[in-house]
């Protein structure tokens, strides 16, 4: 089993830029996605592979990384942008690991 | 694509119980399949992984000895029969359609709720 850190809260205010890291030895190897999840609703799949977006995914959501550590970036941040964000990665040993997800609030 | 579980429900410490997941909008058995939990306020938790063929299958520890995935791909279909439950896998359980290609959870459920 492994480890991703990600801060518990994310404060940004409408129009501004939000950055979540996620740090964890595995990210060295191993791609990353992120997933936004809004109250009472499953996960959604915002970026894989650390920078693709899937379709239908607004442009504004965008990932990158470097070394140990990738970094989902909301540009122009809109109020239905609230929500919990995860990222995840898997290990060689089939492991897979979810962070403990970041508190996206638009002030 | 659609997937949509179904068996939660209340259930005693010690005793077991089965979860399915019926999928349909896609040829399932093409695609590797996760299920993944969510305890009431808590973050995601990875449970278990099963191989498009379903030979080869992964565990979280937490759940190791406990939890069996299967899948049934003459019926799009995939379980996890859940033993010798404990209060602490009470939670929102899913599942969810892996890519290898990209190592993402691509499609979810809505989930099914066990309570313990």
């Known amino acids: 089993s492994y480890e991703l850190t990600q801060p518990p809260s994310v404060s940004v205010s409408p129009g501004q830029t939000a950055r979540i890291p996620c740090s964890g030895d595995v990210l060295a190897k191993n791609f990353a996605c992120w997933y936004q999840q809004k109250t009472g609703q499953p996960p959604r799949l915002m970026i894989y592979?650390?920078?693709e977006r899937p379709s239908g995914i607004p442009e504004r959501f965008s990932g990158s990384s470097s070394g140990t550590t990738v970094t989902l970036t909301i540009s122009g941040v809109q109020p239905e942008d609230e929500a919990d964000y995860y990222c995840q990665s898997v290990d060689s040993d089939n492991s897979y690991g979810f962070g403990a997800g970041t508190k996206v609030t638009v002030l | 694509v659609q997937l949509v579980e179904s068996g939660g429900g209340v259930v005693q410490p010690g005793r077991s119980l089965r979860v399915s997941c019926a999928a349909s909008?896609?040829?399932?058995?093409?695609?590797?399949m996760q299920w993944v939990r969510q305890a009431p306020g808590k973050g995601l938790e990875w449970v278990a992984v099963?191989?498009?063929?379903?030979?080869?299958?992964y565990y979280a520890d937490s759940i190791k000895g406990r939890f069996t995935i299967s899948r049934d791909n003459s019926k799009n279909t995939v379980y996890l029969q859940m033993n010798t439950l404990r209060i602490e896998d009470t939670a929102l359980y899913y599942c969810?359609?892996?890519?290898?290609?990209?190592?993402?959870?691509?499609?979810w459920g809505q989930g099914t709720l066990v309570t313990v």
């Open positions: 099963i191989s498009d063929d379903g030979s080869n299958r």
């Open positions: 969810a359609r892996y890519s290898s290609d990209n190592g993402d959870f691509e499609y």
């Open positions: 592979r650390d920078n």
């Open positions: 909008g896609f040829i399932f058995f093409e695609y590797a």
